[in-house]
């Protein structure tokens, strides 16, 4: 591998005659399944409670617990990429999530069930960070969009097609099937990896920073702790169980990000940062992330509110607007190549914002086709911004960076949907309890109709103020390229 700033991207692998299709088929299989498993479990919460005896508040463990335990994986994955071969992580994160799977699938009682989820979610953080880093090894820039754009098609499809898939095997096989259904094709992925996954990163054996591990846990976990429970209370964030974790969450994160630039070998290094493209793609990720898992939320909930609508006919109006996004995700990436990213969001943007205001005018008669074009189109912004942002923001970090730039968009992802679905949840009912205080027959249909509606209206007219941002950011971007000195490698010590 070349040490120099002219970096080689042919192919930067131990073995100069392997192929980049087949490791890039093991690490897609791999998360397509591991992601899938994300939302499969999410329909069959009420299954769960009746099955174990348990209620709403203890059953969604299943999906906060999952979510803690992948923040705090996560930021540890550049240190792990440092010390074990390419070879050695995947296979070992697809075991873990493997058995996590079988103990899931057989669990005797909640708590083991839940303990098989949490070992999943141990994979599942992994993989993505993985997957990321190795692709942005073995294909030059000027062919990562198309790469990336296969990527965004995983992320995107595995979670759309979750629900309804999961439906149809919890009507006809039981939940356990949930479990056991993924069991195959993960061993497939690790057979697979086996045979056909080489070695791509380099192995440096960093430091490991014990107390930074202990911050980035603290953190990352007390804050989506606080944020994903924030809505389960009238008072919202001014609940003890959710400001009181947010603020020691906040502390650590504090914490963490100091205690990086002090460190020779940082746990993640932040310096990623001082790239500007990398800097302008993480905020323009965040934003997209924020309107993105609020959108999903909220409207299945506002279908099911004032519209009258049944949970599986919420599901089904949104599912086109999941589907496409993932069948962009390829294309945009190829044009992304071609064109570069400024061409793209431009548009792309202005078509959020302009849909997130149309949104802000939803009332309980708004045509069901409006529903559907509408988040269509919101899709499809986001396959057209989100991803090309993020690749063109790594393509801009030297080499010995990737696994922190790809470590930093993984963390984010579940921490800005945390704090976006409560934000704008809190917002949601807060409007809505405002209406009703000055309706005349509070708890009559009509008044928790127009509440509602007034509700949503108010949250996706600040959602297209968000979005304006976005428009502005679009504006400012241009085609990065890898920056190689402008944050050194760091440089080992030769004791000879």
Do not use: C
């Not at 203890?58 to 550049?78: E, K, N, R, Y």
């Not at 030059?140 to 097609?161: D, E, N, Q, T």
């Not at 309890?433 to 600040?462: D, H, I, K, R």
């Amino acid at each position: 591998m070349t040490e120099n700033n002219n970096i080689k991207y042919e192919f930067l692998s131990e073995d100069p005659n392997a192929k980049t299709l087949p490791i890039m088929v093991a690490l897609i299989i791999g998360a397509f399944f591991a992601i899938l498993n994300e939302t499969l479990l999410n329909i069959a919460l009420t299954t769960l409670m009746a099955e174990f005896d348990i209620t709403l508040s203890t059953v969604q463990w299943v999906a906060t617990g999952f979510m803690l335990v992948m923040a705090i994986v996560i930021p540890v994955s550049p240190l792990l990429m440092g010390w074990f071969t390419t070879r050695q992580l995947f296979i070992g994160t697809m075991v873990t999530f493997l058995i996590g799977t079988v103990v899931a699938a057989f669990a005797p009682t909640f708590s083991v069930l839940l303990l098989g989820r949490m070992i999943q979610a141990i994979g599942t953080g992994l993989i993505m960070p993985i997957m990321f880093n190795v692709f942005l090894l073995i294909y030059p820039p000027h062919k990562r969009g198309k790469i990336m754009g296969i990527v965004g098609l995983v992320i995107m499809f595995a979670p759309a097609i979750g629900p309804t898939l999961s439906g149809v095997i919890v009507e006809y096989f039981g939940w356990r099937f949930l479990f056991i259904f993924v069991m195959p094709f993960t061993v497939f992925s690790i057979l697979f990896a086996l045979k056909y996954l080489v070695n791509i990163t380099e192995i440096t054996k960093p430091k490991i920073d014990w107390i930074s591990l202990v911050y980035s846990t603290i953190g990352l976990g007390a804050t989506i702790y606080g944020f994903s429970h924030a809505g389960e209370s009238a008072d919202g964030f001014m609940t003890p169980s959710v400001f009181i974790p947010i603020i020691i969450g906040l502390i650590g994160i504090l914490l963490f990000v100091l205690r990086q630039f002090k460190l020779d070998e940082p746990l993640m290094d932040l310096r990623v940062f001082k790239f500007p493209m990398f800097a302008h793609a993480v905020v323009l990720f965040v934003i997209i992330i924020m309107m993105m898992f609020a959108s999903e939320l909220i409207l299945p909930v506002f279908m099911q509110g004032p519209m009258g609508l049944t949970a599986a006919a919420a599901g089904l109006l949104l599912l086109p607007g999941s589907l496409l996004n993932g069948a962009m995700s390829p294309f945009m990436g190829a044009l992304f190549d071609k064109v570069g990213p400024k061409v793209m969001m431009i548009p792309a943007t202005i078509v959020l914002a302009v849909t997130m205001f149309m949104f802000s005018n939803l009332t309980a008669d708004t045509p069901q086709w409006v529903i559907i074009a509408g988040f269509m189109l919101i899709m499809l912004s986001v396959s057209a911004t989100m991803m090309p942002a993020e690749t063109n923001g790594l393509n801009q970090l030297p080499k010995h960076l990737y696994p922190h730039g790809t470590a930093v968009v993984s963390t984010l992802q579940p921490l800005a949907g945390a704090i976006g679905v409560s934000v704008f949840i809190g917002l949601l009912n807060s409007r809505q309890q405002s209406y009703l205080e000055g309706a005349a027959n509070p708890e009559s249909e009509a008044a928790m109709t127009a509440a509602m509606v007034s509700g949503v209206e108010f949250v996706y007219f600040l959602i297209f103020i968000i979005a304006l941002i976005a428009v502005v950011m679009s504006f400012f971007v241009y085609r990065a390229k890898p920056i190689e000195d402008l944050v050194p490698a760091p440089v080992k010590k030769d004791n000879n």
